[in-house]
């Protein structure tokens, strides 16, 4: 079956969203489903939230979403964040919620679930990392948005922080990403990439008929990927470079063991061509952007301050 766009009239929802819901406001659960996509459902609540424990632990139809088998089919949603919703506005807010079982294990899918007890064991050490995703926006046709039909756009260089005419694609959209800020998400920045139409984010794109996938890339062109940094307070205060060296050496170490469970389709990626690492080898450096872990020239200069990979990691 091929896909439809359906135009999203905001000028007939406009008015119904300015209607006074009176003290009621809608709680979006978000979650990720059995394949990676994301699902939400709406529920009303009484008053204002102000506290996450005031909300209730959900449930779905987890046979419908690939997380859950026919005969037991419901998985439960335990809210873990809230934020303000940019869509409907007001008091109402999204609810980002982990999954769980019936019997109180987390679902399969539930990755946050093991992501924060790692967090909490290394709490002591004050971790940061910061997320980019990276991905490509495609029209319904399954094309990248704004491709010629049929064809294809000029090699890549004047596209990666490009402006202007024939240089992006789809800006009004990126630029609608302001919602993150309303939302109260942490966002640090935006910039096109080095394929056109590649740039970051993705439900806002529901409303211009566009769709982003963040599947590895296939073609010479595209690079689509979540490259992470972190860091420790150790890293971060000066002299820090050599903790930074110690974290590169033990990761050499073990470079096969992690490439296991960073993903599906890695090797798609990692080819060692087009500003990646080869994913049967580990290498660092600084401002290398064919290294698995690169320093940044600052974080060099400097001697503290962080580092990078370039993997694709199934993050929640």
Known sequence: MSAQAFPYRNDLLAPYLALPQGEKIQ?????IDGDGGMRSKTTTVSKKVTDI???????FDGSSTNQAPGN????????????????????NILVL???????????????????NKVMDEAKDTFPWFGL??????????????????????GPQGPYYCGAGTG?????????????????????????????????????????WGIKSPSTPARRRLERRW?????????????????????AIAKLSKRHNEHIAVYGEDNELRLTGRHETGHIGSFSSGVAN????????????????GYSRTGVLLPIL
């Open 97 to 115: 919620a982990e999954t769980y079982n019936n019997d109180g294990t987390p679902n399969r899918t539930n990755f946050r679930h093991h992501a």
């Open 132 to 153: 980019e995703q990276e991905y490509t926006l495609f029209d319904v046709d399954g094309k990248p948005y704004g491709w010629p039909k049929g064809g294809f756009p």
């Open 226 to 246: 979540l490259p992470h940094q972190l860091q420790h307070r150790a890293m971060r205060e000066p002299g820090g470079m050599q903790a930074i060296e110690v």
């Open 72 to 91: 037991d089919s419901d998985v439960y949603l335990r809210p873990a964040a809230i934020f303000k919703d940019p869509f409907r506005g007001g008091d």
């Open 167 to 207: 240089k992006v694609f789809g800006r009004d959209v990126i630029e609608a990403t302001t919602a993150c800020l309303y939302a109260g998400v942490n966002i640090s920045g935006i910039n096109a990439e080095v394929m056109p139409s590649q740039w970051e984010f993705q439900r806002i794109t529901e409303q």
């Open 27 to 31: 709680a979006e659960y978000v979650w």
């Open 53 to 59: 424990g005031s909300l209730r632990i959900w449930d």
């Open 289 to 304: 952007r064919g290294a698995s872990i690169r320093v940044p020239r600052h974080v060099a200069a400097q001697g503290y």
